[in-house]
């Protein structure tokens, strides 16, 4: 069960939840990658995407009900801007750029996921992932 509150107990609940999600999903993924079909790339999993998306989407109950459906995400989500790296932020340090990308998750609505492209390797990181409130 999911904690639907906003309390300082139902968000380390919610950050728990996804992390135990991503490390049940690495044991089922040994390659820890999906195939993006928008970008024709994989879109690799890696300890910043744990960090960054249990952190962030914890916040809120349908971000954490998005990460869980971190499959579909990966593979349909397609990009619609590219921003750049936040000079302040450590853990965007190993990128070049960001890219925005959205999905459409029927009972949720947009989610937005944000893929740091690594400098040199070109390599396609989930960054972070969450849920942007329907007004």
Same mark, same amino acid.
């Given at each position: 069960?999911?904690?639907?509150? #906003?309390?300082? !107990? %139902? $968000?380390? @609940?919610r !950050?728990?939840? *996804? ?7 690495? !044991? ?8 993006? +079909? ?5 879109? #690799?999993?890696?300890? $910043?995407? *744990? $960090? ?8 809120s109950? +349908? ?5 869980? @459906?971190? %499959?579909? *995400? +990966? $593979?349909g989500?397609r ?6 790296v936040?000079? #302040?932020?450590?853990? @965007?340090q ?11 998750? *029927?009972?949720?609505?947009? &989610?937005?996921?944000t =893929?740091? =492209? ?10 972070c &992932?969450?849920?942007i409130? #329907?007004?």
């Amino acid at each position: 069960m999911i904690p639907e509150g #906003n309390t300082l !107990e %139902d $968000v380390k @609940q919610r !950050e728990l939840i *996804i992390r135990e999600f991503y490390r049940e999903w690495k !044991e089922r993924n040994p390659l820890q990658r999906k195939y993006n +079909l928008a970008l024709k790339e994989y879109i #690799n999993i890696r300890m $910043v995407s *744990i $960090v960054e998306t249990s952190e962030h989407a914890a916040k809120s109950y +349908l971000s954490t009900l998005a990460v869980l @459906q971190l %499959d579909a *995400i +990966l $593979v349909g989500a397609r990009k619609i801007s590219i921003k750049k790296v936040k000079p #302040n932020n450590k853990n @965007q340090q190993p990128f070049e750029r960001m890219m925005i990308m959205e999905y459409e998750l *029927i009972g949720i609505g947009t &989610i937005k996921m944000t =893929v740091g =492209v690594r400098r040199r390797t070109h390599e396609k990181v989930q960054y972070c &992932i969450t849920a942007i409130s #329907n007004k």
